[in-house]
């Protein structure tokens, strides 16, 4: 069964650093790409970007590029998203996400979805 | 980027009612890469349709999706009480804003 697993909710203060993870199995983790995808309280969901484990690549929305930062360590299946200086602003739930075929393409299976909390 | 624009933004239905979302797309996309979500409160999205109208694996197929250019359609032809719920479509980088369909 394919599945990804995300790391526990987090609380933090404005200025911290985050870094939350994706652990994929049950398939090839460098074969496929892996998302990220924002969720603000109340709100609806936003692409923020991904990045294929095999090679690294990554790729940004426009609206998150330099704000995040989407990494993957494959030798233990685990992809990354984090912060340097995190805002209040960050407050949202975080989902990762796999790409069944090359992008651009919807995402199948998701993660369970990382809280964070952003707040002095 | 392509804007999806979702109406209504919520739709008020009985159960064994049919259901009828709009997602329509700011410019013309390949049906090929438009999806359907459904979440349910507290849940991760779960995958119901892709390439516009085909069913993800273990999806009722009281669900159904069509369209194509600019147009794209969800119905679900009956619903049942596990329905009531927010539905987002998806084409490449860009998101609806969600219809919630809920219980009247």
């Known amino acids: 069964e394919v599945q990804l697993v995300q790391s526990g909710a987090e609380v933090k203060k404005p200025g911290e650093s985050l870094k939350i993870s994706c652990k994929g199995s049950?398939?090839?983790?460098?074969?496929?790409?892996i998302g990220w995808v924002r969720q603000m309280p109340g709100k609806g969901l936003e692409w923020m970007g991904i990045?294929?484990?095999?090679?690294?690549?990554?790729r940004y929305s426009p609206s998150f590029q330099g704000q995040v930062t989407i990494s993957a360590d494959k030798s233990i299946s685990t992809a990354y998203l984090q912060w340097s200086s995190l805002k209040a602003s960050d407050t949202a739930m975080y989902y990762c996400?796999?790409?069944?075929?090359?992008?651009?393409?919807?995402?199948?299976?998701w993660g369970q979805g990382t809280l964070v909390t952003v707040s002095s | 980027e392509i804007v999806l624009t979702q109406s209504p933004g919520t739709l008020s239905l009985s159960p064994g009612e049919r259901a009828t979302l709009s997602c329509r797309a700011s410019?013309?996309?390949?049906?090929?890469?438009l999806a359907w979500y459904q979440q349910k409160p507290g849940q991760a999205p779960r995958l119901l349709i892709y390439g516009a109208s085909s069913r993800a694996t273990g999806i009722p197929d009281r669900f159904s999706g069509s369209g194509s250019g600019t147009d794209f359609t969800l119905t679900i032809s009956r619903l049942e009480p596990e329905d009531f719920a927010v539905y987002y479509c998806?084409?490449?980088?860009?998101f609806g804003q969600g219809t919630k369909v809920e219980i009247k």
């Open positions: 996400a796999l790409l069944p075929r090359t992008p651009p393409d919807w995402f199948d299976p």
């Open positions: 049950g398939y090839s983790f460098t074969s496929y790409w």
């Open positions: 990045i294929y484990p095999g090679d690294s690549d990554t």
């Open positions: 410019q013309s996309v390949s049906s090929s890469y």
């Open positions: 998806q084409h490449s980088t860009s």
